[in-house]
């Protein structure tokens, strides 16, 4: 069964501040990754999506990479604002279904 | 419609009463997922639609569970006899097709509270 597992589960950092959010998955048979932004009482934002055969994709000041064979991801955000406060989420794709991780909650203060 | 979108955004219901969720996928789009996000936890994965396949129901925590589709529209998640623990946020996600790479577009999600 597949477990997703991101680190840290909570950050806060300075406005300005490069950040790394982490995320670990248990088996590397998956499809792809997805990096999604959940705002508080909102739905999901997808962010990156890095299919199983790349390594890294980016957004503007977002950048996303994924080690299949180790199970990890890192979501990288340079120059952080506060309005990129939310809780950010990694998901994996297996088959039909996306299993999520529980999500890194990002604070940026002004 | 331009995305995904739910109805009702919010539901509080009693005890015992049931409830029905909607959601409206991406015109185009078909493939239909539905999952639950308690307070606090990440997303659980609850049933998927690809076009009129059988459904992949793995996901239901129980038989007071059920969803429905109608070919590549609009589909409805049914709870009966909700119970506390029932209390989430319910999430409708949309895609091209199951087998391919796509990505997935969520809805807004309506929040259930079972009192």
């Known amino acids: 069964k597949q477990e997703v597992t991101q680190i840290p589960a909570a950050l806060s950092v300075p406005e300005g501040e490069n950040l790394v959010l982490n995320c670990s998955f248990t088996d590397s048979a998956i499809y792809n990754l997805q990096w999604f932004r959940q705002d508080p009482g909102k739905g999901l934002t997808s962010l990156l999506l890095i299919q199983s055969s790349q390594r890294e994709q980016t957004s503007g000041r977002l950048n996303a990479s994924l080690d299949k064979s180790s199970g990890r991801s890192t979501l990288y955000i340079a120059a952080s604002q506060p309005g990129d406060s939310a809780t950010y989420l990694c998901?994996?794709?297996?088959?039909?279904?996306?299993?999520f991780g529980e999500g890194t909650q990002l604070t940026v203060n002004p | 419609g331009a995305g995904v979108s739910q109805s009702p955004s919010n539901k509080v219901t009693e005890k015992g009463k049931d409830v029905e969720l909607r959601c409206d996928p991406i015109?185009?789009?078909?493939?239909l997922y539905w999952y639950r996000q308690r307070l606090g936890q990440g997303l659980e994965f609850l049933i998927y639609f690809q076009g009129n396949s059988a459904p992949d129901k793995s996901g239901l925590p129980s038989d007071r569970f059920s969803a429905e589709r109608t070919g590549e529209s609009v589909s409805t998640l049914t709870i009966q006899r909700t119970q506390q623990e029932d209390s989430a946020v319910y999430l409708c996600?949309?895609?091209?097709?199951?087998?391919?790479?796509?990505?997935?577009?969520f809805g807004p999600g309506t929040r259930l509270t079972v009192l």
């Open positions: 996600a949309s895609s091209l097709a199951v087998q391919i790479n796509n990505e997935q577009f």
């Open positions: 015109s185009g789009h078909t493939a």
């Open positions: 998901a994996v794709k297996g088959g039909s279904r996306l299993t």
